[in-house]
């Protein structure tokens, strides 16, 4: 019953794109929104779509529709659409911000679930979208009270569908935990380049650059990546990344007074403690 699903998907970039690739490949139907008709048409080449329009008023007919554009645009989009959508037709977003997200369109659009995937890469846009993205990811669900039962199970459905790990939490939990796995490490690793770069001796910042391997390599690649994603984070979870940064800062501060005082015990401890901390955050069942 649910391959006969007819799926939209707004915004063919990389979660867009990478989502229609597979979902095609589970028999959905999927029926593709692009701002451009050129667009429309690579999306039908990669086999993204099994149709794509510039006209959302196509998406009358889906049961259910992914909203992937940037964080910005999902509230306009979402506003656009609903002239179009029939009264049944569940609406989802993969928005790597939930709270802003969720209070604008659930008083919108009852059947609306907010959405995150968390999978990605560096890249972006219809020529980046591959297939298994998702696949043993965590993909976040965050109903609130009024959300209905069945359009929850719908959207898990589709997303256990993709092989991903579904998880349900609050729209403001999402965020906060969010702000600390994935956007503290964007800013800290973008502070760590930085400060890198404020070498002012030139041979050795030259010398540095040489040197780097790989722990530099993995403390930077966040910090390194799409300036226009960092941007997204701060201004749609602006307050658990301040209080995410403070924390941080306090921390810092504290690795600071232990060295300047040679205080080599309370250092080894705070770095043991660390070492046992990590794999509760990067091992997985
Ligand atoms: P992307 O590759 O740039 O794709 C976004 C697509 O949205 C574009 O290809 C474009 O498609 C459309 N779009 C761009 N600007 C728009 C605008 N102003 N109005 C309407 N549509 C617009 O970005 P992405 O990485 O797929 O990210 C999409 C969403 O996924 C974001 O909300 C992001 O928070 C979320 N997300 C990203 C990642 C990640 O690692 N990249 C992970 C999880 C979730 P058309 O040209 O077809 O219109």
Known sequence: MQNLM???IVGLGLIGGSLG???RARGYRVLGVSRREQNCQRA???????DASVDPATLTTANVIFICTPLAAIIPTVEQLIPHLSPGTVLTDVGSVKAPVVEAIAPLWPNFVG???MAGTADSGI??????LFALKPYVLTPVAKTPEQACRTVEEIARSLQAKVYYCRPDD???????????PVMVSAGLIAACMSETNSDVLALAQHLASSGFRDTSRVGGGNPELGVMM???NRGE??????????????LIDLIEQEDWTALEQQLKSNHLARPQFIQRD
């Not at 039908?44 to 099994?50: I, L, M, N, T, Y």
């Not at 999402?174 to 503290?184: E, G, N, P």
């Not at 990344?241 to 504290?254: A, G, K, M, T």
């Open 241 to 254: 990344l301040l209080r995410s940064l403070q924390h941080y800062r306090h921390n810092l501060e504290v």
């Open 174 to 184: 999402h965020d906060r935990a969010v702000s600390w796995i994935s956007h503290l």
């Open 127 to 132: 020529e980046a979208a591959q297939l298994d």
């Open 6 to 8: 007819n799926i939209g």
């Open 234 to 236: 701060a201004r749609y």
């Open 21 to 23: 690739l597979d979902l």
């Open 44 to 50: 039908s080449a990669r086999g993204v779509v099994d």
């Open 115 to 117: 959405g995150h995937p």
